[in-house]
């Protein structure tokens, strides 16, 4: 399902650009949360 709100670009370039933005907020979000575990597991240690 395709929300109605979501807007995507009308040419093939603008899309990827769109799509490799997408994945490096995913890979940041990736890295943040391992991150995060890590910090986590540290405190529990402590």
Known sequence: ??????KLPDDVEALKA??????E????AEALASE???????NADA
């Open 1 to 6: 399902m395709t929300p109605p709100d979501l």
């Open 18 to 23: 769109m799509v490799l933005a997408m994945a």
């Open 25 to 28: 907020k995913a890979a940041r």
């Open 36 to 42: 995060v575990a890590d910090l986590k597991a540290r």
